[in-house]
């Protein structure tokens, strides 16, 4: 509560004190950010950071925003290498409530993010649904209790027996499942590129200010955050001034909690590989979670599917350069085919197509996002550790911290469980299906 009143009014305070968005719409900022004041600094450009981005700009119009993203080509950002899904699935309710509006935004992404009204915008979300499976007593318990709790919180799916399994995926063995809970609404993937320069675009079109360039330091005043030491791609370096920073360095928000001379938090990266490959069969199918743990979903093109599998925690180092994402076919012949060739007979005759390594921002204790203000710096926001449902639930995370830099409250879903403090409290948030 203590952290919360030192926030209280600071968005009030941004609008009193005067502070415009610069008069220039639509396009990158080219004048140096060194010589600039801003009230809020976002640190990663991604989907998460676009996300508060744009809400901030909506939220504080007459705030002075900057971005600051390192990889400008977003080549190895984890939001245009994710699988793109978005399931109300969850067992917290937050989550599904995140993931709730996460979908609504998808449906209604031009009445959000459109720039010009002769270029709609969309992510092309396909509501194919989730299908999470089960085959013994513990994991039927689990998909009725979460599916309860979901229900309670307005999502649509439902609950299928072994027999109405078969009946419905007939390409499916299904002798050995005792439960599935599949959506019907709400539930599916989209193109996650097109969201982030969806994303990105409206808020510059809004007066927020991109900078390409490394954070190399962060500069205290206190127990405040002062600035951040960067280092630009235009051959500048030095401070850039803020009244707010948010962390949302993605894989890499630990390195930039040190920089301000704090704890470390439990975020890393880690590798994730996708697998995409042609079957001669074409099905429709939703993307299914076996309960070994592999996914698999249809791509648009006919015959062509994508797949993945967490590896295992003793196979899961730290991923901490571009040169460790390196697909590592084994994992797919190994542990990911013989389980989709078991699944769906027609899986033992198909081809790779491609595949690709990604990062993942890895909480390492609960698997679950890190979220609020940091509870020694009140103006240090957090938007991390989402353990790989980042991009379906930026638009819940980018609002909610509009809301709290605005209003020092949250004004739509209350995130506090999601708190960093919550470690220390002994109160982790585990999710009792994880993809």
Known sequence: LATFRTMVGFGRQ??????????????????????????VTIVGGGGMGSSCAYFLSVYLPQARICVIEKDAAYAYASTGLSVGGCRQQFSTPENIQLSMFGSQFLRDLNKYLNVR???????????????????????????RENHAVQKENGADNVLLTGAQLKERFPFMKTDDLQLGCLGLTKEGWFDPYSLLFALRNKAIANGVEYFSGHALGVQMDKNRVAGVQVSLNSG?????????????????????????????????????????????ESFECPLTIDPTGFYYRRESAPGMYMTGLSPSADQDPDCTSVEDLVVDHTHFEDRIWPGLAERVPAFEDIKIKTAWAGFYDYNTIDQNAILGPHPDVPNLY??????????????????????????????????????????????????????
């Not at 005067?18 to 600039?36: D, I, T």
């Not at 009204?117 to 689990?142: C, M, Q, R, W």
């Not at 995130?415 to 299906?433: A, C, I, W």
């Open 117 to 143: 009204e002769d270029e709609p915008v969309t992510a092309n979300f396909k509501e194919g649904g989730y299908l999470f499976l089960a085959d013994d007593d513990h994991k039927e318990s689990i998909l």
């Open 14 to 39: 941004l609008v009193r004190a005067g502070f415009r968005a610069s008069a220039v719409k639509g396009h990158v900022r080219h004048h140096s950010a060194l010589s600039s004041n801003y009230d």
């Open 236 to 280: 500048e370096a030095g401070l850039i001034k803020c009244g707010a920073l948010v962390n949302a360095a993605g894989p890499f928000a630990n390195e930039l909690i040190e920089m301000a001379g704090l704890p470390s938090i439990p975020v890393r990266p880690r590798r994730r590989m996708v697998f995409v490959f042609h079957c001669k």
């Open 382 to 435: 957090l938007a991390n550790g989402f353990s790989g449902h980042g991009i379906q639930q930026a638009a819940g995370v980018g609002r909610a911290t509009a809301e709290l830099v605005r209003s020092g409250k949250y004004e739509t879903i209350d995130l506090s469980r999601f708190h960093l403090d919550r470690f220390e409290k002994g109160l982790p948030v585990f999710e009792r299906n994880v993809v």
